[in-house]
């Protein structure tokens, strides 16, 4: 099993704040993905990052993946109550990090 | 378009009994479709990986015997959890990735199972 840790692993802010989580390995991947599960729900991809050092923007939304393609980042700017939910990390699609749990208050 | 289906949506049993969970594509081929195990506010752990018309394989630590799993059709795969316990509860998520490509799976809405 490929060890994923994810930082932090609840994390409670302002809306309107900004925010970085993390994910962190030992093992290489091919491939890293991001998700946002809500409650009761299956999780929801995100995006897709392969390529070491790719950045990748979706709305208030950015991904990078490491240069060394161990390790990804996730940062929210301007976060909204819309952002709540837990976001999870995946290597080579199966093997899921620790998440993080996000709560955007109003 | 690839829209994944999971009945039943949640499941209360007595314990001892057997529940039968099922996963459908509705709108694309799954050669191969995953189970997963959710734990309150943990992550995903990979049960096994289901192939249409052969065996599971399991990831280390979990039950073939218990968690019994059919990948009979492209659209469909079940999971039985046998002789159900009450530590068997929790939210079961499978997923399906499109034949034939294998790089990207979209996942059911769960199942929560509660074992009394």
């Known amino acids: 099993t490929q060890l994923l840790e994810q930082s932090p692993q609840f994390l409670s802010i302002q809306e309107g704040e900004n925010l970085t989580v993390y994910c962190n390995s030992s093992?290489?991947?091919?491939?890293l993905q991001w998700y946002r599960q809500e409650p009761g729900e299956g999780p929801v991809l995100l995006v897709t990052?392969?390529?070491?050092?790719e950045v990748k923007k979706l709305k208030r939304l950015t991904f990078q993946f490491g240069d060394a393609r161990k390790d990804s980042s996730l940062h929210i700017t301007a976060a909204q109550p819309g952002d709540t939910g837990l976001y999870l990390c995946?290597?080579?699609?199966?093997?899921f990090g620790t998440g993080t749990s996000l709560t955007v208050i109003p | 378009g690839a829209v994944v289906s999971q009945h039943p949506s949640w499941v209360i049993c007595k314990s001892g009994t057997s529940v039968k969970i099922e996963c459908r594509s509705l709108?694309?081929?799954?050669?191969?479709m995953f189970w997963y195990r959710q734990f309150p506010k943990q992550s995903l752990m990979l049960m096994a990986t289901s192939n249409e018309g052969s065996k599971a394989t399991y990831e280390q630590g979990v039950e073939k015997d218990k968690f019994l799993i059919n990948h009979a059709s492209l659209t469909l795969s079940t999971l039985t959890v046998t002789s159900a316990h009450p530590e068997d509860s929790s939210f079961y998520i499978c997923?399906?990735?499109?034949?034939?490509?294998?790089?990207?799976?979209?996942f059911g809405p769960g199942t929560r199972l509660t074992v009394l």
């Open positions: 990052v392969v390529t070491g050092g």
């Open positions: 997923s399906a990735s499109p034949a034939p490509s294998y790089n990207e799976q979209f």
């Open positions: 093992s290489v991947f091919s491939s």
């Open positions: 709108d694309f081929q799954a050669t191969t």
């Open positions: 995946s290597g080579n699609q199966f093997y």
